[in-house]
């Protein structure tokens, strides 16, 4: 079953077209990875989506009920962490877990049971202090956990990890992997190697235009561009084989790209036979980041 289905849906603001006939679906229990430059509309469909604003054409049905612009009643099924959540500073993070249970009109027990599950899932528990003295890492995990905590059939993420650093990232990328067994996860992110760790559907936003989506190994298998790297020791030598061998690209000081693989023995032939010194002959399967820059026309020289 899907979840989350968008049909051929715009949106403009003015004389600006955002959205155009934006169709895609998202199967329930996957993380989804909504990909985009920045600008490119993420931010205007997941409002779509949440009835912040109205489409121009098309529709939007969340778990099998249409969503509309307003008080939608299909918000019931969504759990949304925007890029920067917002908390009250002086709450600690299970005062505010409670607060939001108490909003929601949920029992003292079932708040009490759903605070100490989700801050454990989030990794919170030990934390005692006020909000305030948070990093941007806690908070956005904080948000993951008041998001899941009506028990969503859909988490929205627009850009979790964009303002983190390596390691808070890696933290909030394993939260959403295990959030997938609570919810279907739809992650917006123009972070293309966080989409190749954690997700398993994978949908380009580019011009306001779906221009591919699947599976991310269906996506890779579309456009099958694998690549061979060589490093050579020397860089004089790098600039010695690219005099040599013209269809090679330069990729640093002393290292080349090769595309066309067939022909990497007329290469290493030509290594061994000048006895250069070479650090490594890598086959490179495409990368998505690869892929998406080769499809809004930025690809890699």
Request: proline share 5%; aromatic share 6%; net charge negative.
């Amino acid at each position: 079953m899907n979840i989350l289905t968008l049909s051929h849906v715009a949106k403009h603001f003015g004389e600006k077209q955002v959205l155009r006939d934006v169709d895609f679906s998202v199967p329930e229990h996957t993380v989804f990875g909504f990909v985009g430059q920045n600008g490119a509309g993420k931010t205007t469909a997941m409002k779509l989506v949440l009835g912040l604003l109205s489409c121009d054409s098309g529709a939007i049905e969340v778990n099998g009920m249409p969503a509309c612009y307003g008080n939608t009643p299909t918000n019931q099924f969504v759990g949304y962490l925007p890029d920067v959540p917002e908390f009250y500073p002086y709450m600690s993070p299970a005062e505010y877990l409670q607060f939001c249970g108490e909003i929601a009109g949920m029992g003292k027990k079932e708040i009490r049971e759903r605070t100490g599950e989700l801050l454990h899932l989030v990794g919170l528990e030990k934390e005692k202090g006020r909000i305030k003295g948070f990093s941007r890492g806690m908070k956005q995990r904080l948000g993951v956990a008041q998001a899941l905590f009506g028990r969503p059939k859909l988490l929205i993420c627009d850009e979790p990890t964009s303002a983190l650093d390596p390691a808070g990232r890696k933290e909030l990328l394993d939260i959403l992997v295990s959030a997938k067994e609570q919810a279907t996860v739809l992650f917006s992110t123009h972070i293309l190697s966080d989409v190749e760790h954690i997700c398993d559907q994978v949908a380009f936003l580019h011009n306001g235009e779906i221009v591919l989506q699947g599976s991310v190994e269906e996506v890779k298998e579309s456009r099958k561009t694998a690549k061979t790297a060589i490093e050579m020791e020397r860089p004089e030598d790098a600039k010695l084989l690219l005099s040599q061998f013209p269809f090679l690209k330069l990729a640093g000081h002393r290292g080349l790209s090769l595309e066309d693989t067939g022909r990497l023995w007329e290469i290493l032939h030509f290594i061994a036979e000048n006895k250069l010194p070479i650090l490594r002959a890598e086959r490179q399967e495409p990368a998505l980041e690869d892929l998406f820059l080769e499809i809004v026309g930025k690809g890699k020289g």
